[in-house]
């Protein structure tokens, strides 16, 4: 199985802050990956596939890159919107989620 | 718009077995491939499982295959997920979810609302 580690687990970040978010695959992967909003007591929202291609309605400030192993989800100016957990998901292989990363107000 | 309802949750006792359901509207159903995906209270997404827009193909967690299956009724445009020896860490909110590409399998755009189960004696 593949498996797929987020860092950090918790980031503590302010309104306007540009936040990184890192994803590994346990093995390559290509550009099968996705990100994922969550908020409390919701289901995700979809933000980002193939690694780096914004789903339609996401804002601008979110992107995505990388592919093999290794993914960044970058929110380019932290909005008040934007505290959530998110998470990573590949696809290339079945399916698997990281274990999410919180962003929470500093 | 796209919907996808979920039911079928509640209260059961380990070992027992339960059958979810998620109605969808919205969109052709039978064009799409179908998910399931869980979250244990507090913890993070789980993907269950995965079913072909066509049937054909079928795949699962390891955590999970050999007790649950999934199915789908494109006529009723319904997805099913039939839990069987149900365990206490299968206590999660289940999703259903519709993948973001027609015919293929990848990943989930849409979600429900998610059902509880709680696997308790």
């Known amino acids: 199985d593949i498996q797929m580690t987020q860092s950090p687990s918790t980031l503590s970040a302010s309104v306007g802050d540009r936040v990184t978010i890192t994803c590994r695959a346990s093995?390559?992967?290509?550009?099968?990956l996705a990100w994922y909003q969550q908020k409390p007591g919701k289901a995700p929202k979809f933000l980002i596939y193939?690694?780096?291609t914004l789903e339609s309605g996401v804002p601008s400030r979110f992107s995505g890159s990388g592919s093999g192993t290794e993914f960044t989800l970058t929110i380019s100016s932290l909005q008040p919107d934007d505290f959530a957990t998110y998470y990573c998901?590949?696809?290339?292989?079945?399916?698997?989620f990281g274990q999410g990363t919180k962003v929470e107000i500093k | 718009q796209v919907q996808l309802v979920e039911s079928g949750g509640g209260v059961v006792q380990p070992g027992k077995s339960l059958r979810l359901s998620c109605a969808a509207s919205?969109?052709?159903?039978?064009?799409?491939?179908m998910h399931w995906v869980r979250q244990a209270p507090g913890k993070g997404l789980e993907w269950v499982a995965v079913?072909?827009?066509?049937?054909?193909?079928?795949n699962y967690a390891d955590s999970v295959k050999g007790r649950f299956t999934i199915s789908r009724d494109n006529s009723m445009n319904t997805l099913y997920l039939q839990m069987n020896s149900l365990r206490p860490e299968d206590t999660a909110v289940y999703y259903c979810g519709r993948d973001s590409e027609v015919v293929f399998i990848t990943t989930v755009d849409y979600w429900g609302q998610g059902t509880l189960v709680t696997v308790s004696s």
């Open positions: 998901q590949q696809y290339h292989t079945h399916s698997t």
């Open positions: 093995q390559s992967i290509s550009t099968w």
């Open positions: 193939k690694a780096s």
């Open positions: 079913i072909s827009y066509d049937e054909s193909k079928e």
């Open positions: 919205g969109f052709i159903f039978s064009n799409y491939a």
